[in-house]
């Protein structure tokens, strides 16, 4: 049973990792052994099916989809997913015993803002606060501004345009494993949901 009651609004965080010892992303990407590498989900939507991590996950699925879709600003580069009762300090709020935990990297469509720092912390930043008004959810998000280096098909391969990238964390709470899923699905869903309208209200 929960050791305290759950905190059930919705904790929302934005920081920067620029230092130059922090995580950088380089796009394309790909593992050293090949193996695993970027897929243009917003160029070819069928290679979906590539992707390991929503084999078994049709809120992801869904989530990488609408976010690679012509309406959408943003395209995706990476992700993963995460099941455990190892809890952090951090967690201890929720008073839960499980933790259904994501990453997801994306970067803006748009070639000119890649590289605009300012338009990475406006949209951080608006992002944050829409999620920061969200109320009665056992759900945590962390948005991390980082800087990503953009190889281009036009440049040599030894050249490359410095920018940012940013990687959304969500975590769901909940007592039992299929509870703490449903916290982090209806997270994905309120995520996804406000990057389409920030989307909208740009191109409007």
Same mark, same amino acid.
């Given at each position: ?6 905190? *059930? ?5 934005? &920081? ?13 990407? &790909? &593992?050293?052994? %090949? ?14 099916? +590539?992707?390991?991590? /929503? ?16 309406? =959408?600003?943003?395209? /995706?580069?990476?992700?993963? /997913?995460?099941? /455990? ?15 259904? %935990? ?19 912390? +406006?949209?951080?930043? @608006? ?5 920061? *008004? ?6 945590? @998000? ?20 410095? %920018? ?7 975590? $769901? ?11 982090? &699905?209806? $997270? ?10 920030? =989307?909208?209200?740009?191109? $409007?």
């Amino acid at each position: 049973m929960p050791t305290q009651p759950w905190n *059930k609004d919705m904790q929302a965080d934005f &920081s920067v990792e620029l230092g130059a010892d922090d995580h950088c992303l380089e796009m394309p990407w &790909s &593992s050293p052994d %090949g193996q695993m590498r970027f897929l243009d989900l917003r160029a070819k939507p069928e290679l979906l099916l +590539e992707v390991a991590e /929503t084999h078994d996950n049709q809120e992801l699925a869904e989530f990488l989809t609408v976010l690679n879709q012509a309406g =959408s600003h943003v395209q /995706t580069a990476k992700c993963d /997913t995460w099941l /455990t009762n190892e809890l952090d300090a951090e967690d201890e709020i929720f008073g839960a015993l499980w933790k259904f %935990g994501s990453y997801v990297d994306f970067f803006f469509v748009d070639r000119a803002r890649q590289t605009k720092l300012a338009e990475y912390e +406006e949209f951080a930043a @608006t992002l944050n606060a829409m999620l920061q *008004k969200v109320p009665d959810f056992a759900a945590a @998000t962390d948005l991390v501004l980082r800087r990503c280096y953009y190889h281009r098909d036009d440049y040599p391969p030894d050249k490359s345009d410095d %920018g940012y990238c940013l990687t959304f964390y969500l975590n $769901g709470y909940g007592d039992d494993e299929d509870g703490a899923k449903k916290s982090w &699905s209806i $997270g994905l869903k309120l995520v996804q949901n406000a990057v389409m309208q920030m =989307s909208a209200r740009r191109k $409007g």
